[in-house]
C-alpha cells in the first residue's frame, strides 16, 4: 500500500479523474472531499461491503419462493396495494 | 428487440417491461448496466430486475412501504442527481431489494441499499443509507391501511444540492 503524509488542504491526486482533498482534521476524524467522475462509486467501505453481501444473496433469491410469499399477500389483501 | 430467456422468469418481451438503465451497476454487479423492469401477475407485489447483458441475473424488488417500521427518509446528494440526470418535478421511485433470509425463512428487504429509479430518464442508482434505524434485512409484514396501528410509512427522497456522502 502507497501510504502519503497529506496536510489540511492538501490534495491527492489519483489518475487524471479523481482528486482527494483532506478537508478537515478533527480528534480522530478526518474529513475528506472526493472529486471523481460519474462512473466511479464512492462509499464508506463498511456499509458498500454489507450491502455487495447483501446483492449476491439477493442474486440467488428462489423465484419459487417468492411466488409463494406473493400469493399469501394477494390473497391477505386481494384489491389493495401499497401505492394507491 | 429480441426476446430474452431468464431462469427464474421465463421468457421475457422487452416491449413489455421498463428499461432502466444503472450506469454503475448494483453493488457488487458493476458489469451490468441495462436491465427491465418487469412485472408478473403471480409475483405481484414483487417486481423483478433483470440484467439484459445475463438474463439470469434477476433480483426481486418491493416497495419500501411493505418493510419499513417508520418513516423512510432517503437523501440523495449532488452526485445521486448527476448520475439519475435529475431535474425538477422528475418522478422518483424507490425501491428495495428483497430476498429470503435463509436462517428464519422470511422475505426481506435491504433498506440500506434501495434503488432509486428515474422514471422519466430512465436511469437508476443503488444508493446507500448509513442510518442504524434500517436494517439490511428487514422482514416483511402484511400491510394494513393507511392510518391503522402498523400502517404504512412514508418514503420521502430529499435532495440535497452539495456533495456529501
Known amino acids: 500500500m502507497l501510504i502519503l503524509t497529506r ?10 479523474r479523481i482528486r482527494i482533498v483532506i478537508l478537515d482534521i478533527k480528534g480522530g476524524q478526518v474529513k475528506l472531499g472526493i472529486d471523481a467522475p460519474p462512473d466511479v462509486a464512492v462509499h464508506r467501505e463498511e456499509i458498500y461491503e454489507r450491502i455487495r453481501e447483501e446483492n449476491r444473496r439477493a442474486a440467488n433469491v428462489s423465484s419459487r419462493t417468492l411466488r409463494e410469499a406473493a400469493q399469501i399477500i394477494q390473497k391477505s389483501r386481494p384489491t389493495q396495494k401499497p401505492s394507491d | 428487440m429480441a426476446k430474452i430467456r431468464c431462469r427464474e422468469l ?6 413489455d417491461a421498463e428499461q432502466v438503465e444503472m450506469p454503475e451497476g ?13 412485472e408478473h401477475e403471480e409475483y405481484e407485489p414483487f417486481r423483478w430486475l433483470v440484467s439484459m447483458a445475463d438474463p439470469d441475473l434477476a433480483f426481486a424488488l418491493a416497495d419500501p412501504g411493505y418493510f419499513v417500521r ?10 445521486d442527481m448527476d448520475l439519475l440526470d435529475l431535474k425538477e418535478g422528475d418522478p422518483l421511485e424507490v425501491l428495495v431489494i428483497v430476498s429470503i433470509d435463509e436462517k428464519t425463512g422470511w422475505v426481506v ?9 428515474n422514471r422519466r430518464s430512465g436511469l437508476a442508482r443503488q ?8 436494517s439490511a434485512r428487514q422482514p416483511m409484514r402484511l400491510m394494513k391501511e393507511p392510518g391503522e396501528e402498523g400502517g404504512r410509512f412514508e418514503t420521502t427522497v430529499r435532495i440535497v444540492d452539495r456533495r456529501v456522502a
Open chain 2, 70 to 79: 417508520e418513516a423512510y427518509h432517503l437523501t440523495l446528494n449532488e452526485m
Open chain 2, 26 to 38: 448494483l453493488i457488487g454487479f458493476e458489469r451490468h448496466h441495462s436491465f427491465l423492469l418487469c
Open chain 2, 109 to 117: 428487504g435491504d433498506l440500506k441499499g434501495p434503488i432509486i429509479v
Open chain 2, 10 to 15: 421465463g421468457e421475457i418481451d422487452p416491449r
Open chain 2, 127 to 134: 444508493i446507500l443509507v448509513y442510518s442504524a434505524r434500517h
Open chain 1, 7 to 16: 496536510k489540511l488542504g492538501e490534495n491527492i491526486r489519483i489518475g487524471e
